[in-house]
């Protein structure tokens, strides 16, 4: 049986080991991450919002598909109990004019704009579709975007440690911390192995491998240029925009979840609570941040916290005026492209060099699924699931085929 490395252990990375577990046994599959924490950016600190429709046609077909697997899972692993799953009421709240100022939405996250502006239809609230936390202003309104059958919401942290004991329960080997040096090619110039070094032993690991998988996130084009040393001939164009996040204690029990979004101050918050009481506040993004090399956790910025914590003051009401209890700070990392879409895709030999090939067919390969913006977790499952029918020769489940370079 042909081994697979996954270099990454987040959502990507876990969601494909999960699937591929379908195709393979599990001790011919091997997660490799070397941060010293896992789930320390994005995967673990995101808001966990998923929904069904809010896409581009060519990226429609993974996300039905994934937004049905999340259903399907949680159905069948409780995952309302195990990692947050509910379905979410999803409003858009106006305190002052036009949520957009007649921006639609496609490039929310670099311009500001509320990825609320995705979707067109819109209407009025019913009873019980305005989370009684959000704080009403005279002259606002709010409109449901959607009542829950076409999003819902998880906790990511929760999620992916589901994921990790289950495909750890299956045999899956984790190298963690540890990073991959570099390939191994047999005597006629295949790809025969990973070398990875343990970070805490210094100890040097050959696995016996013919595919390989990065997934790492914003860092996955730093492994390739490290793995294909001068010998590759693509460009993996991956940037990094860092985002500030805040959990606070929601100030009532969560019966509903609800997903806000609103403008406020050229900022786009956005505002998910979760059915273990608790309510995320995000949309302080910064493209300037550096981004820190994968065993670094990112220390949070104490002015954008601020502008956060103001945010959920003004959005967020107590029963008693009381201040919120603030259960969590973040910075996260998402993997962004300018194109708007993940690069998902097998990589041809005469994009890794001369020297270097791969076993033709699903024996062999170097694959890539990186990208996702801020759509990783709502766009695992069917990412995975995809990325592991591909790697296997099966048919997929989903069009990818405009994910490619």
Request: hydrophobic share 40%; glycine share 10%; net charge negative.
């Amino acid at each position: 049986m042909h081994e697979t490395v996954i270099l990454g252990s987040g959502v990507i990375g876990l969601s494909t080991a999960y699937y591929l577990l379908q195709h393979q046994p599990g001790e011919t599959i091997h997660l490799v991450d070397s941060a010293n924490e896992l789930f320390a950016s994005a995967s673990g600190f995101a808001g966990g919002f998923l929904a069904k429709d809010w896409f581009r046609p060519e990226l429609t077909p993974l996300a039905e598909l994934s937004f049905e697997e999340h259903r399907r899972l949680a159905e069948e692993e409780n995952g309302r109990e195990k990692w947050g799953y509910a379905k979410s009421v999803t409003v858009s709240y106006e305190p002052n004019g036009s949520l957009l100022g007649g921006k639609r939405g496609e490039d929310w996250l670099l311009e500001g704009t509320s990825r609320a502006g995705l979707v067109d239809v819109r209407r009025g609230h019913k009873e019980g579709e305005v989370p009684s936390w959000l704080r009403r202003v005279d002259g606002d309104s709010v409109s449901v975007i959607d009542d829950g059958s076409g999003t819902a919401i998880v906790d990511p942290l929760r999620f992916c440690k589901f994921l990790l004991e289950k495909v750890k329960a299956a045999g899956v080997h984790i190298h963690n911390p540890a990073s991959a040096e570099r390939v191994e090619t047999d005597e006629s110039g295949k790809l025969s192995g990973v070398a990875v070094v343990n970070s805490d032993t210094l100890e040097e690991t050959v696995i016996p491998a013919t595919r390989v998988l990065l997934a790492a996130g914003c860092w996955t084009p730093h492994i390739f240029y490290e793995l294909f040393k001068n010998r590759y001939y693509i460009d993996i164009p991956i940037e990094s925009l860092g985002g500030h996040s805040l959990v606070v204690k929601a100030p009532s029990e969560v019966t509903t979840c609800h997903s806000v979004y609103t403008t406020m101050d050229a900022l786009s918050p956005e505002v998910y609570s979760r059915p273990d009481g608790v309510i995320y506040v995000a949309g302080v993004n910064h493209a300037s941040i550096p981004l820190p090399k994968p065993t670094v956790k990112a220390v949070t910025f104490d002015e954008s916290v601020e502008k956060l914590k103001a945010i959920a003051r003004r959005l967020i009401a107590t029963p008693e005026g009381q201040d919120l209890e603030i259960v969590r700070e973040g910075l996260c990392f998402r993997p962004i492209t300018k194109r708007g879409t993940p690069y998902i895709a097998r990589l041809t030999d005469e994009k890794l060099g001369e020297d270097i090939k791969t076993t033709v067919g699903a024996t062999g390969g170097v694959f890539v699924a990186s990208g996702h913006g801020p759509w990783g977790i709502s766009l695992s499952l069917g990412t995975g699931k995809v990325v592991a029918e591909l790697m296997s020769g099966k048919p997929l489940s989903a069009d990818i085929s405009s994910l490619g370079f």
